[in-house]
Every structure is written in C-alpha cells, then in structure tokens.
T-cell receptor
Framework: DVKVTQSSRYLVKRTGEKVFLECVQDMDHENMFWYRQDPGLGLRLIYFSYDVKMKEKGDIPEGYSVSREKKERFSLILESASTNQTSMYLC????????????FGPGTRLTVT | RKEVEQDPGPFNVPEGATVAFNCTYSNSASQSFFWYRQDCRKEPKLLMSVYSSGNEDGRFTAQLNRASQYISLLIRDSKLSDSATYLCVVNMGSGGGADGLTFGKGTHLIIQP
C-alpha cells in the first residue's frame, strides 16, 4: 500500500513563527505536491517537485517555500506564519508518468493565532 | 485558464436512490480523468479512474463525454456510507505529469436514512 505520512495532524503556531511541515512517502514516487484546502476554495496547489532538489511554483506559492533533499521527503516551510495561512495542508505523491493518480497524506490542520 | 467545474451541492438523497453528478472541464486536450472521494476532515482518496469507454465498479459508474467535455459519476442503490464530497480531477498537463492535475471543488453528497 502506498503510504504518505505527514509530521503532524494538528499544529498551532503564533503569527511570525517559522513553520515546517514534513511529508514522507514510501513508494519511490518522483512527484510530490503540497496543497492547501479551504472551505469553498477547494484544493489549491502551493508547490510541487518532480525530482530531488527540483521545485516548481503552483498556484499560490506566496509566503511559502519548499525543500526536497531526498526523494522520499518534501517539506513545506512557512517563513513567517500569518493568520491567513490557517488551513488544512495536504501532501501528495505520484509516479512521474502523467495520468497516474495522486496519493494523499492525512493532512495537517494548521492554526495560526 | 485551466478549469474544472462541479456543482457544489449539497445533494440530499434518500438511501437506496440513484444519484448522478457531472463535472465539466475546459481543456479539450485533457487525457486522464478521475473521481476522488473525500470524507469530512480526511484526505482525498481515489474512487475510480474514468476511461474513454466508461467504467463500472460495483454500484459506481463513471462516464466520459469528450465531445461535451464532461465526466459523470453515477451511484446506484446509495448507502449512508456514500455520504462524502466527490472531487472531479482532470489531467490537463501537456505531457509532464507533475503539474497537470486540476481538482474541482467537489460535490457534497448527503445520503439520508
């Protein structure tokens, strides 16, 4: 079974803090993704990576950065957390070939106060 | 602009009834189509892929209409456990898979006893 794990299910941080969200997948997938999901807005792509040390901006990269030092791990970084970054964050992975579905982690519900 | 549109619902349906909903997509060159299911406060999970010839999995049938650029999901003999949000997902990528998946905002289905 494909497994995508995220470091925390729930996280509470203060405005201005630096926040790290970790994602690990065990299926040797090339592609990894970070989304945020908000009511009424659906899933929005923040960043994705198609290889180690490679990253591409998604639709809403502002205020975020990512790191992919190893194939199995993709980290999302909030440089200075703000209240409008309170959201559900979902990590996903997929094989390189297009047309394959994405496998999601359980999500991290981040609250910034 | 890449668009995947769904009726957000909610669809309130009595148990045992048949329900269907559609999803339209904007890019006629799209090649891969999926339905995902997302339970409340859980991650999206693949329900089924949608093939050109249509496909059926138990009580679920998915169809693709390329001419009109929509896909559909039909659920027969609905169960209480079918209550969820159903996400339409389309691969609009031009060949590279990493950024090609576009998610609809989901259709909320409530099966009532």
């Amino acid at each position: 079974d494909v497994k995508v794990t995220q470091s925390s299910r729930y996280l509470v941080k203060r405005t201005g803090e630096k926040v790290f969200l970790e994602c690990v997948q065990d299926m040797d997938h090339e592609n990894m993704f970070w989304y945020r999901q908000d009511p009424g807005l659906g899933l929005r792509l923040i960043y994705f990576s198609y290889d180690v040390k490679m990253k591409e901006k998604g639709d809403i990269p502002e205020g975020y950065s990512v790191s992919r030092e190893k194939k199995e791990r993709f980290s999302l970084i909030l440089e200075s957390a703000s209240t409008n970054q309170t959201s559900m964050y979902l990590c996903a992975s997929s094989p390189r070939d297009w047309g394959y579905e994405q496998y999601f982690g359980p999500g991290t519900r981040l609250t910034v106060t | 602009r890449k668009e995947v549109e769904q009726d957000p619902g909610p669809f309130n349906v009595p148990e045992g009834a048949t329900v269907a909903f559609n999803c339209t997509y904007s890019n006629s060159a799209s090649q891969s189509f999926f339905w995902y299911r997302q339970d409340c406060r859980k991650e999206p999970k693949l329900l089924m892929s949608v093939y050109s010839s249509g496909n059926e999995d138990g009580r679920f049938t998915a169809q693709l209409n390329r001419a009109s650029q929509y896909i559909s999901l039909l659920i027969r003999d609905s169960k209480l456990s079918d209550s969820a949000t159903y996400l339409c997902v389309v691969n609009m990528g031009s060949g590279g898979g990493a950024d090609g998946l576009t998610f609809g905002k989901g259709t909320h289905l409530i099966i009532q006893p």
